[in-house]
Structure formats: C-alpha cells, structure tokens
C-alpha cells in the first residue's frame, strides 16, 4: 500500500458511458495485483471528504489503468481530468484474486458492466485460459471483447435487452454451457459485479461444489480498514463475523458471503 | 531556533499535539503504511465496549457535501480482543495511546475503564458520552447534565488513568457541559463528536442509511466547533482536544487560538491520510513564522 | 395531468410550498428584478422589531467551506419604517408575505406581533426566537423551554396572525421545543435558524467577525436541519417550514419527505439568486415523474 | 440588473499577477457604467455559496470586461476558466460614478491596484480629459498606463518600493500636482483602491471644498442589497445611516462616507 500522486498518460473513452485512465504511478503500479483496487481522489471536488474506489485494470510497469463508467458527481468530474494532470492514490488495496488456478479446473469469469475490468487484468496475468461470460443491460456496457479474445479466451455475452448476445442475464448463456460444455472439467469461478450476479454465480458454485472468487462492490469510507463503512457478514472458520470488503475483500469466497438482502 | 511542539496534556506526554480521531484510524494498524505513526501526537482508537459489539447495519456511511454522515454503530472487538489483538501493535510504537471507550449503562463505562486500568501502554481515556448511533447509548448521557455528571465521576473512581470526556456538539449551552466534566474529575475534554444528521434517498424515499440518522462529520461542522471550544475554554481550566473538520494546519490553529491545548483528525484521513502530518509541520512553521517559541504559546491566544 | 403545487400552510395560501428565507431576500425589492416574486410560494422578511435597529458592526460575514457565518445582528427600519417602506410594494405583488420578527424582550415581541395585526397584505408572522447574533436577544428565548413557552403563548395573545416560532437548531432535544410550541399555540414551526459557529483569523489571531462568532447557514448544515426536521415532524402535528442549506429541489424534496409541508431557500439566493424558482420546477417533474398528484402526497413520505 | 449565463471570449494574463477576463453578455454588457461591478459565480469551486464582486473594466457591445487579482481561493480558481467555459454573472450592480464633469473641474482620477479598472471605463466614458494618479506595491501592480496616455491622460505613478515612478505614497505626487499644476481649475476626484488611500483623496477633498467620489470595497453578500453584510456608515441628509456599498455604493461622495477605523 503506498500513497502517491500520479500523473494522468492518458485518458480516453471506451464507448458512450465508460472512460480508460492511464496513471503513471511508477511506485504503486508494480505492486498491483488482480482484484485489487485503487482508491483515487477527485481533487477538483472540492467537496468531497471521500475517495473513489475502482479496480485495477491494467498494470504495465510504471502504468496503472482504471476502467469507469459516470454514475455520480465523483465519476462525473473525473472526466474533466486531462494528460498530465495529478491524481493522488491510495492502492494497491484489498486482497486481490487467487492467482494460482487449480490444474484440474477451468476459469470461468463472470462479468457485469465495468467488473470485466478486474477480471481482464486477472485473465492476463493467469496461467491458464478459459471462458468469460459477460452481461450488460446494452451492447455498449459489453467492453473488452475482443482483448480477451486475443488472449485466447471463449466469451459469451448477455445482454438485457438482446443487443448484442443471448437476451437476458448473464446466466443463462452460463448455465448453458455448465450444460453443455463441462464435459467433467471442474470450473472455478471469478465474478465481478451487481449483486444478484455474484449470489447467482455463488449459488451454482455451491451447488457444484465448485470454488467461486466473489468482487464484491460496497460504498467505502477510508479503505484501508479503518472505519468499518464496508462491512460485509462473512463466515469465518464457521464463525458468523463482519468482514471489511476493502481490507479483508473485496475478493471472498461464495461459502464464506452470508447474504443478506 | 525551532519551536517546541511538545506538550503535557493530562499528564500524557506527546511529542506535538496533532492526534487522530477515534474511529477514523482503526486501531493503529490500518494505516501504518501509509502513515509513520511515530511522528504523531497520540492515536485514539475506535470505541471500545466491555464486549464485542456488531455495529449497525450497512449502508453505515453516506457521502454529503464538505462532509461525511456515519452510522457505523461502534462496531468494535471489546477490551479483550482489543487489547490482545492491538495492544502489542502499539506499544511498539512510540505514540500516546488513548481508549476511545464507551457502554450502555453507567456500570459498563465504570468496568471497561477499571479494566484499562491494568493495560500496559494506555496513556487515557477518551470517554465517549455522546454518540449519535447507538440508541441505547451515550447519546442520551452526553446532552444531560445530570447523566454527565454521574458517568464522568462513575469512571473517575474507577480508574487513575487520565480520563478526556468527549462532548456531544447538539447541546445549547457547552460550556455547562464542559464544566460538569471538570467538577467531576475529568483530566482534559474532547470536542466534538459528530452532529446527528440525517440524508434521505428521494428516489426510494428511504433513509440513506440503515440506522436512519448518524453523525456529521468533515469540514462542514468546523466553524461550529469552532465556537462550541471557543465556548467551552471560557468555562473549564482543563486543556481541550479539538477535532471537527480538520483538513489543514490552518482549521488546527483556529482550534488551538480558540482554546485548544490539542487536536485530533479525524475524516480527513479518509479524503487525505497524511493529514496529521501535514497539520504537524503545518504548525511548526506556522510557530516559526510567527516567532512563537512553544506551541503553547498558540493555546488560547485569542485576541478580542 | 400536472400536479398540483398549492398548499394553505397554517391559514396561509400559497401557490407552491417554495418561500425564501428571512435576511436572505431583503424585504422584497432586491431581488424583484431577477426574481418573479409572483412565482414564489412566500416571502419572509428580514427580522423586524419595534424600532430601527443598526445591528452589528462589519465586517458581518465571512465565508467558509459549504456556508457562510453571518453577523447582520438584525438590522431593520423597525415595525414603523418596514411597513411604510415595503409593504406598499409586496402588496402590489401576488404572494404571501411572512414578517420575521424578534425583540429583546417579551413585551418587544409582542408588541410588533400586535402592530402587524394592523398591516394590511400581512399573511403571518414568524418569530424569531432563535438569532444568534442579538446578545440581549432571541438566543435565550429559543434554547430554553419556559421562556420558550412563554413568548409563544405571549404573542399569540395579541394577534390573530398565523403564528410560525422559528426554532434553534442547538438544542438537543427539538422534539420538545416544537412540542411547546404546538401547545402554546403555534400554528406552524419554521426550522431551522442558523448554527452558532465562528471562524478565527489564524494570522491577526483575531475573530473574522466583528461580533466575534455568528451564525452558520448553507450547505454545510443541511443534512443537521434533516434530522431536526424529522424529529420535529415526530413532536407535532402543526405544518414544518424546513429551511437549512438549500440549493435544489432534492434538498428540498428531502425535506418534505422527513416531514416538511413548505421550504424556504436561504443562503442559496446568494450564489444562485434563482434558486427558489428551480426548486419550485424541480418539484413539479419530481412528482410528475413519481406520479404524485399533490405536493401534500411528498409531507411526511419517509418510508422507514 | 441581469442574470445571464456568458460565455468566456478571451482570458489573458496582464503581468504576473493580474488576468483580463473578457465575457459574451449580450443582455447584461449594454447596461454597464463605470463605477458599477458585476457579481461572478465561481461554478468549479463547489464549496462556494458567495459570488465574487469585480468592477467592470471595459463594456463593448456584447463584451464585458474585468480585470482581476489573484488574492485567494475563489481568483484562484478563476484562473483556470478556459475560452468558451460558461460564467454566470449579475448585474450591472451599484450605482455607479457620476459622468458629468463640471466643465470647469479637471477629472482627477486616483487608482490603487486594480481599482484602476474601474477608472478606466470611466475615463472612456467621460467627455473631459484629466490626470491619473496611480498606485501599488510594486512596478507589476502599476496597470493601463498606455492606455491612459492614448485616451490623452495624465499619468502620474507611485510604487512603495519605487520600482516605478516616484516612491512612496500616490498621495505623494498628487500633492505636489495640487501645489503645482491647479492654476485655479477645480478638480474633482473620482477614486478606488485601498480604504487609507480613499480616505486620503476624500479628505484632500473635503479640504479644498472639492468633490470626490470614493469606490469602496467591501466583502458582499448578496449584491443586491438584501443581506446588509456590506454596510458602511454614511451621512445622509445631515443623518447618520447604515447604506449597502452593493446598492447605495459602491460610489460615495466624500462627505457622506464617515470612516470609523
Ligand atoms: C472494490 C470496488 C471496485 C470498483 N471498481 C470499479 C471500476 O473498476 N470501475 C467503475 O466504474 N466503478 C468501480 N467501482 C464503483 C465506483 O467506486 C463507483 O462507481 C464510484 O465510487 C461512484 O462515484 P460517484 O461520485 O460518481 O457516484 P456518487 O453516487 O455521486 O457517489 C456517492 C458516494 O457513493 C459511493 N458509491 C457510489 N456508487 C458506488 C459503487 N457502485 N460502489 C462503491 N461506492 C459507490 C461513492 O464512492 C461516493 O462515496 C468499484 C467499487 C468498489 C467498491
Ligand atoms: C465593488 C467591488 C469591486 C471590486 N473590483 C475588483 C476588481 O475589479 N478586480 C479585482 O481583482 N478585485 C476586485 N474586487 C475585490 C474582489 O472582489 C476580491 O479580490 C475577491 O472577492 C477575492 O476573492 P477570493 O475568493 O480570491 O479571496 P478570498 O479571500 O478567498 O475570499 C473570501 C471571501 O472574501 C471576499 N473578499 C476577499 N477579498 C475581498 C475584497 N478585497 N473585496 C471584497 N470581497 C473580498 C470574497 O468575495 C469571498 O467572499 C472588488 C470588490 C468589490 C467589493
Ligand atoms: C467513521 C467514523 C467513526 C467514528 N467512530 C467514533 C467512535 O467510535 N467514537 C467516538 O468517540 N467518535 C467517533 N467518531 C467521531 C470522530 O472521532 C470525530 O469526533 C468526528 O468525526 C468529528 O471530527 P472530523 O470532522 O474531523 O471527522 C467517528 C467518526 C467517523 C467519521
Ligand atoms: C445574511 C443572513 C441573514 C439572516 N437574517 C435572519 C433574520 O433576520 N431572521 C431570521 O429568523 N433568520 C435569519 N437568517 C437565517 C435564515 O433565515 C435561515 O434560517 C438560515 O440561513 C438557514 O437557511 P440556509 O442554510 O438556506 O441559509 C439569516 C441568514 C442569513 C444568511
Ligand atoms: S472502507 Fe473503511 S473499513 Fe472498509
Ligand atoms: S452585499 Fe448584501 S446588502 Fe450589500
């Protein structure tokens, strides 16, 4: 975990709604690892006391991207920042993905909207290949197709409203193919996204007693794990307790997430 | 000549008077990369209870302009997971350790501070008699003269440890409450906790957070702090900590001229974690600026 | 079908529940050039008493992050010089008109309530007991329940105007101060006066404020006035006028969902003299888009 | 008096330390005289809920002027409005500088800082030609001198720290023109700046039975004469009262401005 005041390489669109940030943060970048996140100040809020959360992207040496979609005041505003402007962050933070797939199983990643962001940096930074299934509710929340096909990886998409992909959620292609395609291959599960996505990917983890890397998205006041906004209820060693998603997360496994909504 | 920034404050020593405020720096660990806790004043950890405490339901903290609302509800390990978890962590640090502490009866105050008593490395207490999220707790003890009197002296018998009473900011007349504290054995005074606050999601109609209300917190409440520890040193002889919406050397100096012998930061560390220590050499050059040797040359330098 | 934005507030009709806030707007003429008074719910005069009142010395206000700290102290052309002055002109205008009032002593108070009773093109009157700028004044009143008590039955004895008491924000318990007021016959309680707070210039070391501290309005207090709003809401069945830190329809919207019936904007003509007249929009397509017939449908809509 | 959205035409430095800020009004800029101000929302600064009062310095058909100091947080900020970014501004505001010279007074003009701003639209504006006496801290706070000399000014120039012209006190060089150059025409003050030097011109004025007409500066509110945050105590009809610098100002004759400092 380091503090530093990066520097802006570059900052583009990626479609209608989502937005590329290229940092220079030669300290910070090369401690990056998949499922991590960065927590970043917007300083031209004047108003804001609270950073913004976003998962690492991409980390090339001394680059660090975030992939983002305008959804507040905060997202909104960074979309003035331009080349060369500082940005300070706090990161790497959370605990990050397992890297270290089992030989005997296949990844099957699970995205929704900017969750794919985690999940790409995860699938270039994994041994072994496997097969995304992405979710959105239009073709232009779809992101990062083709770069995961240039790795090597299968996708299937849904989409809410059919424009691109199967209609629907993301799990019915999945299931489909949990169907259709195992073919007694074990999968292991990395999931980013709303929710209800993540409890679907868990509950058909659980139920094929198959592993499943939970992302989970909580509103966060200082996360290093100091002030406890973020909690998460959690089984640990069979012990109800309060997990902090940027601490102790934001990665946990589908068994130890006791849900509650 | 450098200015000295050490000062004595209820008997604890600490190297300047730039703290963290409780529940804003964890126990110590949390930011102990980001932040060399050997340079700071004193820490005062998250409240601590007699028992572990679960805290409330999330959302427990909502974003609201210059300033933050939280309900997290006290969430906290008790005295035994506290001090065998943390303890040893910050005795190897060279920082004044204070106890946020805080109970739902009187009788649970009394025994959390009897029971730092015996705790090697806790330099105070800092008796939370005013939180905005716990319905059974110090809300209703904190904004009642008589409840304040008798939790103050309640603790004071119980333990030799100095004991810092933090004042709740929803009251008419502080300096009344400031002085109760000091006429029953208070060392020093905290000022303020959170103001109860309240944000509601016009979409869904509900309360933005679980608990309903919590507590405001950040720069909007600066300049009512101000006041209410302007008010108070008028009222009490003991040294006042004050806290509410630092985010710079300057909204520290405003505090110490008011009347504050210390201060603590407190949602700053969120927006900025190096805060403290940008407020610490903020001052230092400040002093020298302004050719005052000592720091407590600052404290209640007020001129009217 | 377009909703429908008329409320009658305590007797009072108004074509929307949007008024603006006492020392906010003058006395009407001021803003008359950018500002269609015919739109807007309600005016509230700035604070009128007996007789003309000087105020304080400047400088009176000083801005702070999400706010300002002000410290007119009152001043006004008093019963006498206001109604000749201005009402010739607010009477030319299709809106109802509150006059804010205060006095340094009950017989002051009512007094002034009893003269307006004569004013023709007078709608109510609210009163003031909550300045924190009038030393000799409204302070006390408005922190102290007796008193609180007193002046309101005290007032209402001489006139037959709505009466609307306009409450303190620092006290701990508003529940009980709306609750008084109710029962000595208020016919609608203004929520909430400014926050008594202060800001020190940390280079003379002296008070920006030539009456030392003043009070804090604007942004920063919003989400404080919410909660005391909802309190208040709790305490009595008499209509909320909730003011603190408007600068949209969503702060407003918030209001009347913790439990207002009407809002005032204040220190947001200041940075967007336009403000009531967007919230006054910005309400009607929040309950066209919610499908709400009647602004009445949004007071007290807390789902909880 | 207006509120309207302008837009930014043109934002240049003039010197290290002040900015000309040229804006589209199309409504507001035909109604300007000298001596009035305009009331500027500082939109990016979030935190902000006063307006920031600036003479207005030049009002051409559409176009209007300031000329501005960088002293705080709100100029500061300023700094970063680009062409074409969105300024809201009311006004014109406040009363304004008497235009009509006696024809047997000379225009004697006093300026402190950027108080020549306003000074030079009334230089534009008025039909006779005088002096101008100006003052600052340092050569780089010495404006619009040239421009003065193309009108057919006098110009006479004072620094403290005699970086230009003579050193010292812009009293200094007015006196001695008082002493020198009078040859019995009456002069007749129009000044703003600093409070002392004001104080100094009203006295000089009082004192040779001459007008002068004094811009003060005070820290506003509202602008319009609601708030009564800019109070300054004035003489008027023989009584003492409170007048608002924004409504009843910020132009005062001498005689009636009772200073209490
Ligand atoms: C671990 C983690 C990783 C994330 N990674 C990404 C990413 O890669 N790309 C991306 O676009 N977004 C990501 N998000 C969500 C992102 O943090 C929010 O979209 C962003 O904080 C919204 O800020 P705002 O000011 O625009 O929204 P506002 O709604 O105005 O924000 C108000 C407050 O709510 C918080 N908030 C609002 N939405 C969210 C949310 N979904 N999650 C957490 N806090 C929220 C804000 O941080 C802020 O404190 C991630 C969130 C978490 C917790
Ligand atoms: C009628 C009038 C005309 C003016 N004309 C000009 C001009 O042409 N060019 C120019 O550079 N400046 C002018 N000023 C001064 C200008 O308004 C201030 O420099 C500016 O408001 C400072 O804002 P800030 O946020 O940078 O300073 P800060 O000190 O951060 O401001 C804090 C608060 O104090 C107020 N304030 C600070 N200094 C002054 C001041 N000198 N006068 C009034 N309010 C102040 C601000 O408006 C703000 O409310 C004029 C002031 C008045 C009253
Ligand atoms: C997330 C959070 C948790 C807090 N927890 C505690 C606590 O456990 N005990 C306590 O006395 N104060 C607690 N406080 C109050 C702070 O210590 C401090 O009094 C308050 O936040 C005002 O200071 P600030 O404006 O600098 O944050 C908490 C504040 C925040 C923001
Ligand atoms: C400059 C100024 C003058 C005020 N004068 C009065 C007054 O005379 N009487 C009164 O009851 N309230 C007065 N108020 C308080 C406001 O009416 C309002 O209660 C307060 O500002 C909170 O609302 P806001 O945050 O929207 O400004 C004044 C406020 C300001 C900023
Ligand atoms: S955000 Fe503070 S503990 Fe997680
Ligand atoms: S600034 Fe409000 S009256 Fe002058």
């Known amino acids: ?261 | 000549m450098k200015p000295t920034l050490d000062i004595t404050l209820a008997g604890i020593r600490m190297k300047n008077p730039v703290m963290v405020a409780s529940g804003t720096f964890g126990y110590g660990p949390e930011y102990a990369e980001l932040v060399d806790l050997n340079k700071l004043g004193a820490i005062v950890v998250k409240g601590i209870s007699l028992e572990p405490w679960g805290g409330n339901r999330t959302p427990r903290m909502v974003e609201v302009p210059g300033g933050l609302i939280n309900a997290i509800g006290l969430q906290n390990p008790g005295v035994k997971g506290f001090t065998e978890k943390y303890m040893p962590f910050l005795r190897n640090h060279d920082i004044a350790v204070i106890v946020n502490i805080w109970g739902k009866t009187i009788e649970e105050y009394t025994e959390v501070a009897a029971r730092f008593d015996q705790v090697e490395g806790v330099h105070g207490l800092e008796i939370n008699i005013s939180c905005p999220n716990v319905k059974a707790g110090g809300s209703s003890f904190g904004t009642n003269l008589d409840s304040t009197a008798k939790l103050v002296a309640a603790v004071r018998a119980r333990t030799r440890l100095p004991i810092i009473p933090k004042l709740a900011p929803n009251v008419s007349d502080i300096g009344a409450f400031a002085k109760v504290c000091e006429d029953n054995g208070a060392d020093a005074l905290s000022l303020i906790n959170s103001f109860p606050a309240m944000a509601i999601d016009i979409e869904t109609r509900k309360p933005v957070l679980a608990n309903v209300s919590g507590g405001l917190s950040g720069p909007a409440i600066h300049p009512i702090a101000v006041k209410l520890v302007f008010e108070a040193a008028k009222a009490v002889k003991i040294p006042l900590i004050a806290l509410g919406g630092i985010t710079s050397a300057k909204d520290a100096i405003e505090f110490m001229i008011a009347g504050a012998s210390a201060v603590a930061v407190g949602t700053a560390n969120f927006t900025e974690p190096l805060t403290s220590l940008e407020v610490i050499d903020g001052i230092a050059s400040y002093l020298a600026r302004h050719k005052m040797k000592s720091v407590q040359d600052l404290v209640r330098s007020i001129r009217l």
């Not at chain 1, 940030?21 to 108003?47: S, T």
């Not at chain 1, 905060?74 to 990161?91: E, F, H, K, Y």
């Open chain 1, 1 to 261: 975990m380091r503090i530093e005041n990066g520097t802006i390489v570059s900052h583009e669109p990626m479609g209608p709604d989502y937005r590329v940030l290229i940092l220079k943060l030669p300290e910070l970048a090369p401690l990056a690892r998949p499922g991590q996140f960065v927590h970043l100040r917007i300083a031209q809020l004047h108003d804001a006391v609270l950073r913004r959360p976003f998962s690492i992207y991409k980390a090339e040496g001394s680059h660090l991207s975030i992939l983002y979609k305008t959804v507040g005041r905060g997202t909104a505003s960074m979309q003035d920042l331009r080349i060369d402007d500082p940005v300070n962050i706090v990161g790497p933070l959370g605990n990050g993905f397992p890297l270290d797939v089992p030989d005997t199983a296949t990844p099957v990643l699970v995205a929704g909207g900017y969750g794919v962001a985690p999940l790409y940096f995860l699938a270039k930074r994994m041994k072994r290949r496997g097969v995304l299934f992405i979710g959105g509710a239009k073709a232009i929340d779809i992101l990062l197709v083709d770069d995961f096909l240039e790795l090597g990886w299968e996708v299937q998409v849904a989409t809410d409203d059919g424009s691109l992909g199967v209609k629907g959620l993301v799990t019915a292609p999945l299931d489909a193919w949990l169907q259709t395609s195992l073919k007694g291959a074990r999968p292991e599960f990395y999931a980013c996204g709303p929710n209800g996505m993540l409890k679907a990917v868990g509950d058909r983890a659980i139920k094929g007693d198959w592993k499943a890397w939970l992302s989970l998205d909580r509103h966060m006041g200082c996360g290093v794990g100091a002030c406890l906004a973020c909690v998460q209820k959690v089984r640990l060693n069979g012990q109800e307790t309060l997990a902090r998603v940027c601490k102790d997360g934001p990665i946990f496994e589908a068994r130890d997430v006791i849900w509650e909504d």
